[in-house]
Each structure stands twice: as structure tokens, then as C-alpha cells.
């Protein structure tokens, strides 16, 4: 599978985990390419903790259930209608689950270009995730990005310490299948802008 094929057939995973195991080795080369991004002053202020462990999966699960439940109440109509019939996490199913974490302090005092923008690690994170789900995709396996959860709950379940955030609990496995279509566009969630809509030529356009 070349670049441009894994770009365009990956997927956020949520409901066709297939629970198959995920071997040692491919995890491995999944986890070497997110290690292989690129980060600000070469920091590399990430780390991964891979899961299996039923108990750890079920609880954070609870959590997401109950987020997901809060986040619901705040919808009426149609919208909530059609939040209820989207899937939004793949915990119990995957093979796996990776926490994505971030480390400001490695590598200070001095940052070799962090000065200016204080993000800039961050986004380094970022770019190692970007990494391990394309690479996943390339393997034939499927990524979910788990986002209800607030952060000291992952905290306090994980031991990961104060200063250090839990950027992404990933759901990472084999699957049944990549659907063609985004997940939230087949449930009508939103569509996709136009590539034309969002590149722009020397200047922001001007906001009416």
C-alpha cells in the first residue's frame, strides 16, 4: 500500500473490531513508525502505553459510557438521534488499546524551537499519532480515537503522572472491514468541506 492509499482508505475505527489478537511483531513496526515522527528540538516527548488487560479496558469503557451520556444530554431532536446511532468507541473489541501521552518536560530546559510556540510539543505528539495510524492502516488494521474521557480520570487509572498528558486512548486491532465512508459522514454527522473551501492564496480570506 503506497502513502497516498493509506491516506485515503484510513478510518476512524469503532465498531468493526473483529477481538482477533494482534501480533507481537506488527505492533511493534506500528509502534516504530509513531516513534519515528518528527518532534520539535528532537524532544520526542511522547510515550505509549500498549493495554491489554480486560479490567483496564472495561473501566475506562464505564467512563466513556458515562461521558458519552453527558455529552447526549446535550442534544435534542434530530441531532441527538442521530448521535445515538453512532458507535463512538471500539474499547472492548480491539485487540489493543495505545495511550498516546506527552511529556513537556522532556528534554528542557532548552527546546530547540519551542521558545515561540509553547505548542509545538504537542503537536509533535500529534504527528507520532498520525504516524501509528497510518502505518496500522498499511497493516490492514484498524485505529479508533477514543475522546470522551477527561483527562484525570486516565490519569489516575494509567499511574501517569501530573505534569505528563494523556493525549489519545487509541483502539487498535484487526477488523472486518475499512468502510469506504467516514463513520460520521454515513451517519449524516457532517460532511466533508471541499478541498477548494479551505486552501487559500497569500491572505486568510476576509471573514464577513
Not at 513508525?33 to 491489554?52: M, N
Not at 448521535?83 to 472492548?92: A, E, M, N, Q, T
Amino acid at each position: 500500500m503506497d502513502l497516498y492509499e493509506a491516506i485515503g482508505r484510513r478510518r476512524d475505527v469503532r465498531a468493526e473490531f473483529t477481538e482477533e489478537p494482534l501480533d507481537d511483531e506488527v505492533l511493534t513496526r506500528v509502534l516504530g513508525a509513531a516513534h519515528a515522527a518528527p518532534s520539535v528540538g528532537l524532544t520526542q516527548p511522547w510515550d505509549f502505553i500498549v493495554i491489554r488487560s480486560p479490567s483496564t479496558k472495561a473501566a475506562f469503557h464505564a467512563h466513556v459510557r458515562s461521558e458519552r451520556d453527558t455529552f447526549a444530554a446535550t442534544l435534542s431532536g434530530e441531532r441527538r438521534a442521530t448521535f445515538d446511532r453512532i458507535k463512538i468507541d471500539g474499547v472492548l473489541e480491539s485487540a489493543v488499546s495505545v495511550v498516546v501521552t506527552y511529556d513537556p518536560g522532556r528534554g528542557s530546559p532548552a527546546v530547540l524551537g519551542r521558545h515561540a510556540i509553547a505548542d509545538a510539543g504537542l503537536y509533535s505528539v500529534c504527528l507520532a499519532i498520525q504516524n501509528l495510524w497510518l502505518a496500522a492502516t498499511a497493516e490492514g488494521l484498524g485505529v479508533g480515537w477514543v475522546s470522551f474521557y477527561r483527562e484525570d480520570f486516565v490519569r489516575d487509572l494509567l499511574g501517569i503522572p501530573e505534569r505528563v498528558r494523556p493525549v489519545a486512548w487509541l483502539c487498535l486491532g484487526p477488523v472486518s472491514t475499512l468502510h469506504t465512508v467516514p463513520d460520521l459522514e454515513r451517519h449524516r454527522w457532517r460532511t466533508r468541506i471541499p478541498l477548494d473551501e479551505v486552501v487559500h492564496r497569500e491572505r486568510f480570506p476576509t471573514v464577513d
